[in-house]
């Protein structure tokens, strides 16, 4: 087993013994629902269980997992093995896609077709193994229509089929799938999980701490939070730290380069989270950090606002001229 996969499975304990224990006991529901908030690793364990499932070795393991290094292993994790079903909500495909707001409310629904769809191909046997799986992600998202069409599937599974449902918690799931399906409850990470996760993945131990400290628990928001270098750092403090002429003379060309922007606002909205979760802050003087989440607010809309098709150089000027106010960052003195 690799080092990520048990820092990994370490971090949702209670939600892997439970589902070894399932396994062991031949007693593991051909309907699961997985609940817990967005980035706890849901989705993650789910390719996990497919793994162990679907692996010609995953029975022998002692761990929620394949042998890791097999087709199988290989093809589950890349979600390319046929007898695996991966179902996406459309808001998700679009998110994936980095078309977020081209999405709708009404696109972003799970529909009947994608579910009758998943359905008649649980039908047929396993093309390879010995199971079948399929994973429902946003399974909240399901149209009524959609959840309906799902219950006969839940009612009368075929033989080593089982169906993943995920979703954020119980109460955002119909009754009726509530009840034929076994409940598996993930918790927040805690930060020195999220820590050490990021660490496996190649970043340094200062920048995973500092990222995990943010990150509320989800390692899905630590590992999209957008890494400034020194120089970008200092710009952005400088900035913030300046007066209202300094900041126009900053500003003079900042708004021209959009991709540049975008990702300097993005690191700002990290770099401004992470003093709020600093019970020692680090740059901002303590008596002025009541101002954060505002500034916070206020980036976040102009991000909005440039997603948008925004002018680039007036989304920058109405943040640092309007919005926020001019403070002192690393207080110099006379």
Not at 18 to 43: E, M, T, Y
Not at 139 to 156: F, G, I, S, W
Request: net charge neutral; hydrophobic share 35%.
């Amino acid at each position: 087993m690799r080092p990520l996969d048990h820092e990994f499975l370490s971090a949702q304990q209670a939600a892997t013994h439970q589902l070894l224990h399932a396994i062991q006991h031949d007693r593991l529901a051909h309907g699961l629902l997985f609940v817990g908030p967005q980035g706890a690793g849901k989705s993650t364990l789910s390719l996990y269980l497919a793994q162990k499932l679907l692996c010609p070795q995953g029975h022998e393991s002692p761990n929620l997992s394949g042998c890791g290094h097999c087709g199988v292993c290989h093809r589950v994790a890349q979600k390319s093995h046929p007898d695996l079903n991966w179902v996406l909500s459309e808001k998700r495909r679009e998110a994936e896609n980095e078309s977020r707001e081209t999405s709708s409310k009404k696109t972003s629904d799970l529909t009947i077709a994608d579910i009758r769809s998943l359905c008649q191909s649980l039908l047929l046997p396993p093309h390879e193994g010995r199971a079948k799986v399929a994973v429902i992600l946003d399974a909240h998202r399901m149209t009524p229509q959609a959840a309906n069409a799902l219950l006969k599937t839940l009612e009368e599974p075929r033989p080593n089929t089982h169906l993943i449902l995920v979703a954020p918690s119980k109460d955002s799931i119909l009754p009726t799938l509530l009840s034929r399906s076994q409940v598996v409850r993930f918790r927040p990470l805690q930060s020195e999980s999220v820590a050490n996760l990021l660490e496996h993945e190649g970043l340094s131990a200062e920048e995973a701490l500092q990222r995990s400290v943010a990150s509320d628990g989800s390692i899905e928001q630590a590992r999209s939070q957008t890494h400034l270098s020194v120089e970008e750092t200092k710009f952005l403090l400088d900035l913030l730290s300046g007066s209202e002429a300094e900041r126009v003379l900053q500003l003079a060309s900042w708004g021209q380069d959009r991709e540049a922007l975008t990702h300097l606002l993005a690191g700002m909205v990290d770099l401004l989270a992470k003093e709020v979760h600093n019970p020692q802050p680090t740059w901002l003087p303590s008596t002025q950090k009541h101002l954060l989440l505002s500034i916070i607010e206020a980036t976040v809309e102009a991000q909005n606002r440039l997603r948008k098709h925004g002018n680039g150089q007036l989304v920058v000027e109405k943040l640092f001229l309007n919005d926020i106010p001019v403070f002192s960052a690393n207080p110099r003195t006379s």
